[in-house]
């Protein structure tokens, strides 16, 4: 199913609103409260009429994932961390262009519904002396890499989903917190 409503349940439960309560505010049939459990489609109108009475928005409550990204795939749910071989295009100079590994640096909440995704990409030539823009990022069980490479957070860069292949793996906690710092030194942020 393209949409999740497990968050609509705990927004509920966190309210102490039940379903039933839900279902008489919004106005609906039983059958509406059943669909939205069973995470199968409902209408806008439904969509909207949940938004009004829980004053959010439809992003609060529900998750959509597009139907090229689904259940049966689940290597096509986009992750913050995760590292796929991604087409860069041209490079030039010093940017980094071609098929390399690039690790997505997206907001997990918004990724999977986004055309466009934001990624660092990766490269095996490992300076002498790293910048501080710079992770190196050793082979583990989680990253799948046969090799060291320098994550370079200075490539920020946004990417058409439709550019990422296949999925190498997914850095660890400690491995994304890094980039993150290396990120925001590059952003002028720290």
Known sequence: MPFKYDKLWKILE????????????IGSSQTTI?????NKNVSLDIID????????????????????QNEEEP?????????????LGEGNGAIIGGVCPAVIVQNDKR???????NVVPMSNRIPANP???????????????SIRCMVM????????????NS????????????????ISYSLGLR
């Open 14 to 25: 966190e309210r102490n609103m039940s379903k039933s309560d839900l279902r008489k505010r």
């Open 34 to 38: 059943v669909n939205l459990g069973k």
């Open 49 to 68: 009429k949940i938004s009004t009475v829980l004053k959010c928005f439809p992003i609060d409550f529900l998750d959509y994932y597009p139907s090229f």
């Open 75 to 87: 290597d096509l749910l986009l992750k913050c961390g995760d590292i796929y071989y991604a087409d």
């Open 111 to 117: 990724i999977n519904s986004n055309p466009a995704i």
């Open 131 to 145: 910048e501080p823009t710079q992770v190196l990022i050793k082979p583990d069980k989680t990253n799948n890499l």
């Open 153 to 164: 957070a200075d490539q920020l860069r946004p990417l058409s989903r439709a550019k990422l």
């Open 167 to 182: 999925k190498i793996g997914a850095l660890n906690k400690e491995q994304l917190d890094e980039l993150y710092a290396a």
